[in-house]
């Protein structure tokens, strides 16, 4: 479920960002009170998220226009598909329609490599999440994607979970002593995360009392044997240029998270038209 004052900010930025001092084009073109009718078609197959972001940019601008919803976010869509019926305000459409689009047709994206992941990971225990590599102002919207294609999120920002990466660890002296001080400070509700790219450091976070550990840029056999001498001890995460192509190799080893920035960094926008009738 998203929450809708979230959206209406980042929509709002949007809208801002778009027609700064109104649509020039649309006002000197369109009459006032024209109204117009358009369907939302996709051009490829794909995964749905997003919907009601879409129609809320349409909404902001017009309360009255109405939009007839005829999937639901998480379907997948074949080429040709209808996604929405949209009639109203003909300006009020033609100011909403490039805004609406990017955001839907980035989420849509995200939800349909989302779930490539997803579906190569079926049948084992490993779940697909997502990273802090989101697109700045819209990561609201990029975890919610994430979800909506079958993934899990990781922390949603700096302020909700401990990650004591590479450089934390030499800034700090050893994971030993950051996981001490990161224990001495964050609340019992929040568990601690390493990285380690040894089994050398695999032990050492495991010792030190890591809750979660990240196994990066191993192996997959070394991976395999990380998780067989962490026994349950703390949670896995493999993690480091993970394609789908090498998820279901790296889910056999037994880990508990396979985390990918290519979840959200580099997706491809989903092939969406709106056609004006």
Not at 9 to 15: G, K, N, T
Request: hydrophobic share 40%.
């Amino acid at each position: 479920m998203l929450d809708m004052t979230l959206v209406d900010d980042i929509v709002i930025r949007a809208l801002k960002e778009d027609m700064p001092m109104g649509d020039l084009t649309t006002d000197s073109t369109v009459p006032a009170d024209e109204v117009c009718s358009a369907k939302l078609i996709a051009k490829e197959e794909g995964v749905m998220a997003g919907l009601d972001v879409f129609e809320r940019v349409f909404t902001l601008l017009d309360p009255k226009i109405y939009i007839e919803h005829y999937v639901a976010d998480g379907d997948l869509v074949k080429p040709g598909t209808q996604i929405m019926h949209i009639s109203g305000n003909a300006r009020a459409m033609l100011k909403a329609e490039r805004t609406a689009l990017n955001l839907l047709q980035r989420m849509c994206g995200i939800a349909t490599m989302t779930r490539k992941f997803a579906d190569k990971l079926q049948g084992t225990k490993s779940k697909i999440v997502d990273t802090r590599k989101t697109a700045p102002g819209l990561r609201y919207l990029d975890k919610y994607a994430v979800r909506a294609g079958g993934g899990t999120n990781h922390r949603f920002c700096l302020s909700d979970g401990v990650l004591i990466k590479d450089n934390h660890i030499k800034a700090a002296g050893g994971i030993t002593e950051a996981v001490k001080r990161a224990r001495a400070i964050a609340p019992h509700t929040i568990r601690i995360e390493v990285e380690t790219e040894s089994m050398e450091q695999v032990k050492e976070a495991l010792e030190a009392g890591a809750d979660i550990i990240m196994l990066d840029n191993m192996k997959p056999e070394a991976m395999k044997e990380a998780v067989q001498f962490i026994n349950g001890k703390a949670l896995t995460e493999a993690s480091g240029n993970i394609t789908v192509e090498k998820a279901e190799i790296i889910a056999q080893t037994g880990v508990d998270l396979i985390s990918s920035g290519s979840l959200t960094h580099s997706v491809k926008a989903m092939d969406i038209s709106l056609r004006f009738e």
